[in-house]
């Protein structure tokens, strides 16, 4: 049985578009059902984590992060008694936005958008499901509830301040009120979130060779981790000691949000959601000691791994190609798909006719950004193996 503070599937605060409701499928299942069958969801199949996407098979992508979130984040809303679908729907759908090329892509558009109001991938992710998913006879976008739509802007905390301009727009139609915290659901899907990326880039970066097994046996957390593997299966060969150790680590994030998040909602003893956005503090945290931890170990990874030499040639190369496609569109807007072609003519000025291409271009996979880049602009600068994918 849900708890009191959990989002009520049976009373939702609707939809943009009154709709009539499904008899077998509560709203958030129809939520989380239109996310799967959007066309950006399945782009993130050929999406980058940290490694473009032509560089090995075995790496993360969107898709499958997006995936071991929602994993996460039911366990994690089941333990603590909240509406799971609602948490899945979110979590499935909080990498909706990014670009092609990670963060890289991401910093690259921003920077070319910063005349017309920069580039956010939370606020883009919004953008996608309330806009430019256009299937549905009736609307723009997947019409989903008000609830998963608050769980998709501020799953982090409340928007305050200079509000991205894709959420201030939608937010002008129907208020998400952006001041207040997100429902529980949604805090335990941003919180998934840190827990799936910080384990599988410590896999990622151990496939990839940037560093090495000894070496995370000196981190925090891990070392621990590492003696009880040790002490356990002394004479365990090489890959199977590492995921050993691994796979106690992440059980270990996992416990501790549950164990800090159950005592903080005991200590609110919240009646409501309401109570939940109001609580003036997000109650689905880690704990102190072991947010501390993990700042040691994300420096690790950002020197080690995000930063390294071979990720770090491969980020001037993918921002180059952001920032050959971005004037080529804008100055070509009849090399845009047919589909687009409406919108660029209906564009009142040239923010509006940015914003229309930082949409198209942040759509693209890695590999069709890659394949436009060779076609539209030719591949002089760039290295054979990126194009050819060898």
Not at 2 to 23: F, W
Not at 151 to 161: E, L, S, T
Not at 349 to 358: G, W
Request: aromatic fraction near 8%; charged fraction near 25%; glycine fraction near 6%.
């Amino acid at each position: 049985m849900a708890a009191l503070y959990a989002t009520d599937p049976a009373n939702p605060r609707g939809r943009l578009y009154p709709e009539e409701e499904s008899t077998f499928r509560s709203p958030f299942q129809r939520d989380r059902d239109r996310i799967i069958h959007a066309s950006a969801f399945r782009r993130l199949k050929h999406k980058t984590q940290v490694f473009i996407e032509h560089e090995g098979d075995y790496f993360r992508t969107r898709l499958t992060h997006s995936i071991e979130v929602a994993q996460v984040a039911r366990t994690v809303a089941a333990a603590l008694d909240l509406n799971v679908e609602l948490t899945e729907a979110v979590a499935l759908a909080h990498d909706l936005g990014h670009t092609p090329f990670g963060h890289t892509g991401e910093e690259a558009l921003d920077a070319l958008m910063q005349p017309y109001g920069g580039f956010d991938h939370n606020a883009q992710a919004l953008h996608i499901v309330t806009s430019l998913e256009r299937h549905y006879a009736e609307w723009d976008g997947l019409n989903l509830t008000w609830e998963t739509l608050e769980g998709i802007a501020k799953h982090n905390g409340p928007v305050m301040g200079n509000i991205p301009y894709a959420l201030a727009a939608y937010n002008a139609r129907h208020d998400l009120e952006l001041h207040t915290h997100a429902n529980a659901e949604a805090q335990a899907a941003a919180l998934a979130d840190d827990i799936a990326y910080n384990n599988h880039d410590l896999h990622d970066g151990l496939r990839a060779e940037l560093f090495s097994t000894d070496e995370l046996a000196e981190l925090p957390i891990l070392r621990d981790c590492f003696a009880r593997v040790d002490a356990k299966y002394p004479d365990l060969n090489y890959y199977r000691r590492r995921h050993e150790a691994l796979r106690r680590f992440f059980g270990i994030l996992v416990e501790d949000v549950i164990t800090v998040s159950r005592r903080n909602l005991t200590e609110l003893a919240p009646a409501s959601v309401h109570d939940i956005r109001h609580a003036g503090r997000m109650m689905v945290q880690f704990s102190p000691a072991l947010w501390e931890d993990l700042k040691v170990i994300r420096a690790f990874l950002f020197k080690r791994m995000y930063r390294a030499p071979a990720v770090v040639e491969m980020r001037g190369v993918v921002t180059q190609m952001i920032n050959d496609l971005f004037p080529f569109f804008m100055e070509n807007t009849d090399e845009l798909p047919k589909q687009w072609r409406k919108d660029v003519a209906d564009a009142p000025d040239q923010t509006a006719l940015a914003r229309i291409v930082a949409d198209y271009i942040a759509g693209m996979t890695d590999r069709f950004a890659i394949q436009e880049h060779e076609r539209l602009i030719g591949g002089e600068n760039i290295p054979p193996g990126v194009i050819d994918g060898n």
